[in-house]
C-alpha cells in the first residue's frame, strides 16, 4: 500500500492515477472538506486525515510500505500555512519512521535553493531537511514551474480582462506537465531508482516567460492584455502588504522567487534516466487549457458528486431527499 499526501491537488491527482495505472493499492490522504470525490473513477482508497493531525498520519500509515506527499498550501491560511506544513511534514516523516515505511518521497520545488527565507521555500527546505534526518530511504523531488500555471494566467485575463505576469520577462523557464512529474515519482518507486537523492525536474523546452506567455496564448487562441510586474515591483507589492494581509505578502514573495530568475535544468536527461518521455510545452499547456479539472463544470458536477451523504451534508442540506441522490460506487468486494 502507498500513501499518497495532496492527492486532491494538482500533481497529487496525477500521481494517483500514475500508481493505479501500475496496478498499485494507493490510500489517499484527504481532510474532510476536501473534493476527494474526483479521484473515485481511481478506485484509490480514502483515509480522512490532515497534515496537522499527527494521529491521523500515524494511523493512515498502517500497512505502508510507501508514502508520497505532494502536499502544500498555495495562498496560506491563518491556520494552514507554510508553518504548519512543515511541521505536518515532520510528524508525517516521524510516524513513517514509526510505521517501517521502506520508502518516502517529497515533492519540493526548483526554487529551493535560491529561496532563502521566504516562508514558501524555507518550509519546504525545511521538510527536506527532516525527511533526510528520518533516516528513511527518500527520494526528494524539485520540479521547476508546472505548465499549467501558464494556462492559469491566461483563465486570470480571459475572466478579468487582464492578468500581472510576475518576474522578469526574459527568465528562462522549462515548466514541466504535471502527469510527467507523476510518471516520473511512479517510475523511480517501482524501480528504486533515485533512493537517498535530491533531483530537480523540468520540461523539455527552455523559453523566456515571455515566450511560454505566447505560445499558450497562442494555444488558446487569445490575444489578453497583460503587464509585467518586476522582482523590484514584487519585493515593494511584498514590502507594502506585511504589515496588512502577511499571506499574500509571502505569496508575491514567492512569485518573486518562481519567475525571477533562469530555472535551467536538464529535465530530459532526468526523465530519460526513469523512462519517462516529456511533453513538449506547446502540448503542456494546451492540455492545461483545454482539460479543465471537472469540477469547474456544473454538468460534471452533477455527475461526479456520487456520495449521497457528501452531497445531502455539504451541497444541499436539508433541502435533498437521499433517494433522489445518484448512485455512488459500487462497495468493495475484498
Ligand atoms: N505549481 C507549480 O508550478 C509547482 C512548481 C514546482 C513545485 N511545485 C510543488 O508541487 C507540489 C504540488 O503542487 P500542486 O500544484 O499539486 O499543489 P495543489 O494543487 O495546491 O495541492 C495541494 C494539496 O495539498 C493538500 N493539503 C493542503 N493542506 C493540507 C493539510 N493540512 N493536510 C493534508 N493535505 C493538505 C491539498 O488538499 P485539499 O484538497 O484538501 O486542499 C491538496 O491536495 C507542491 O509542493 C508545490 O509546491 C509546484
Given at each position: 500500500?502507498?500513501?499518497?499526501?495532496?492527492?486532491?491537488?494538482?500533481?497529487?491527482?496525477?500521481?494517483?492515477?500514475?500508481?493505479?495505472?501500475?496496478?498499485k493499492d494507493v490510500r489517499a490522504l484527504v481532510r474532510k472538506g476536501s473534493e476527494y470525490?474526483?479521484?473515485?473513477?481511481?478506485?484509490?482508497?480514502?483515509?480522512?486525515g490532515d497534515l496537522r493531525d499527527p494521529q491521523s498520519l500515524h494511523r493512515a500509515l498502517r500497512?505502508?510500505?510507501?508514502?508520497?506527499?505532494?502536499?502544500?498550501?498555495?495562498v496560506e491560511q491563518t491556520d494552514n500555512n507554510h508553518k504548519t506544513m512543515a511541521q505536518g511534514h515532520e510528524s508525517l516523516w516521524e510516524a513513517a519512521k514509526a510505521r517501517g515505511v521502506k520508502r518516502a518521497v517529497f515533492v519540493s520545488c526548483a526554487g529551493v535553493p535560491v529561496g532563502g527565507e521566504v516562508p514558501a521555500f524555507s518550509s519546504k527546505r525545511a521538510s527536506e531537511e527532516a525527511l533526510v534526518s528520518s533516516g528513511i530511504p527518500y527520494t526528494i523531488f524539485r520540479p521547476?514551474?508546472?505548465?499549467?500555471?501558464?494556462?492559469?494566467?491566461?483563465?486570470?485575463?480571459?475572466?478579468?480582462?487582464?492578468?500581472?505576469l510576475p518576474g522578469r520577462l526574459d527568465a528562462k523557464v522549462s515548466p514541466i506537465h504535471p502527469r510527467d512529474v507523476a510518471d516520473i515519482i511512479a517510475a523511480a518507486l517501482e524501480s528504486g531508482d533515485g533512493a537517498n537523492e535530491t533531483i530537480e525536474l523540468a520540461g523539455p523546452d527552455t523559453l523566456t516567460v515571455d515566450a511560454?506567455?505566447?505560445?499558450?496564448?497562442?494555444?488558446?487562441?487569445?490575444?489578453?492584455?497583460f503587464w509585467n510586474m518586476s522582482p523590484a515591483g514584487l519585493k515593494m507589492a511584498a514590502a507594502a502588504l506585511r504589515p496588512i494581509v502577511r499571506r499574500w505578502a509571502n505569496h508575491f514573495q514567492a512569485l518573486g522567487v518562481n519567475f525571477g530568475q533562469d530555472q535551467v535544468i536538464d529535465g530530459v536527461g532526468v526523465a530519460g534516466r526513469f523512462g519517462v518521455t516529456l511533453t513538449p510545452y506547446r502540448q503542456a499547456v494546451k492540455a492545461a487549457w483545454l482539460d479543465r479539472h471537472p469540477g469547474e463544470d456544473p454538468v460534471a458536477r452533477e455527475e461526479k458528486v456520487v456520495h449521497r451523504q457528501f452531497v445531502a451534508t455539504i451541497y444541499e442540506p436539508?433541502?435533498?431527499?437521499?433517494?433522489?441522490?445518484?448512485?455512488?460506487?459500487?462497495p468493495r468486494q475484498d
Open positions: 500500500m502507498i500513501l499518497v499526501v495532496g492527492g486532491t491537488g494538482r500533481l497529487g491527482n496525477q500521481v494517483v492515477r500514475a500508481l493505479r495505472d501500475q496496478g470525490f474526483w479521484l473515485n473513477d481511481t478506485g484509490t482508497n480514502y483515509f480522512f500497512d505502508c510500505e510507501s508514502v508520497i506527499s505532494s502536499a502544500a498550501v498555495r521547476g514551474l508546472f505548465a499549467p500555471n501558464f494556462a492559469d494566467l491566461l483563465r486570470r485575463a480571459d475572466f478579468n480582462g487582464s492578468v500581472f511560454a506567455w505566447k505560445v499558450a496564448c497562442e494555444e488558446a487562441g487569445l490575444q489578453p492584455a436539508g433541502t435533498i431527499r437521499y433517494e433522489d441522490l445518484p448512485e455512488g460506487p459500487p
